[in-house]
């Protein structure tokens, strides 16, 4: 059965500090995909960033990267440089080949201006 | 435009009581989801349908019925409604199976009393 966990249920942060969050994945499956999804305050959910299991390439986006190593089963989200807005529940989610999402627990982050 | 739209945003209903939410997307996509979100905000799937076929469909009572008129549309129905269903529910789409990003609806708040 497929598992994802954060262990991190709440992290606050200053504005401008770096944080990262932490994503630990279990499969059986070797074709699986990883997901980043981000929930403000006001409730929505949007999604950060995809990966596929054969894609081991970090990615960055602006103050935002990822770093995904197969090794460890891991899947960890930095945030660079923090703002206020950046104030949210992060998920991390894991799809099998079956086509069924699971999804951590999240993690809240507060940044404190 | 919206992508994945929900209808009602907030439902306040009695015990026993059955009720419906509506979800909609116009991104042409071909899987639909419902997830729960509870208080504590984990988040578990529902149901997924693809093009209006039932794919997913998660230990959840079967006072809960998924009716998917065409691949655009995914109505969640409750019968007998109990206190334990008040939660925040998400309906998402993405456009094949698990291997997309999903596209979240703004979630309707069910509340039973």
């Known amino acids: 059965a497929q598992k994802v966990t954060q262990a991190q249920t709440e992290i606050s942060v200053v504005e401008k500090e770096d944080v990262t969050l932490d994503c630990v994945y279990e499969?059986?499956?070797?074709?699986?995909?990883l997901f980043w999804y981000k929930q403000p305050p006001s409730g929505e959910l949007v999604f950060l960033i995809r990966?596929?299991?054969?894609?081991?390439q970090n990615e960055i986006s602006g103050r935002y990267s990822w770093n995904f190593q197969k090794s460890t089963s891991s899947f960890n989200f930095t945030i660079t440089a923090s703002q206020v807005v950046d104030s949210a529940v992060y998920f991390c989610?894991?799809?099998?080949?079956?086509?069924?999402?699971?999804f951590g627990d999240g993690t809240t982050l507060t940044v404190k201006p | 435009d919206t992508a994945v739209s929900q209808t009602p945003k907030y439902l306040v209903t009695q015990m026993g009581n059955d009720k419906s939410i509506k979800c909609e997307q116009n991104?042409?996509?071909?899987?639909m989801y419902w997830y729960k979100q509870d208080s504590k905000k984990f988040l578990k799937i529902m149901f997924s349908?693809?093009?209006?076929?039932?794919?997913i469909n998660e230990t959840v009572p079967n006072r809960f019925s998924p009716k998917s008129p065409d691949k655009a549309h995914l109505n969640l129905h409750i019968n007998s409604l109990e206190l334990g269903d008040s939660a925040v529910y998400f309906c998402?789409?993405?456009?094949?199976?698990?291997?997309?990003?999903?596209?979240f609806g703004p979630g309707t708040r069910l509340t039973v009393t």
């Open positions: 989610a894991l799809t099998e080949n079956a086509g069924k999402s699971t």
């Open positions: 990966r596929n299991s054969f894609d081991e």
């Open positions: 998402a789409s993405s456009q094949t199976g698990g291997s997309e990003e999903q596209y």
């Open positions: 499969t059986r499956d070797t074709t699986y995909y």
């Open positions: 349908y693809n093009n209006k076929e039932l794919i």
């Open positions: 991104l042409g996509h071909d899987t």
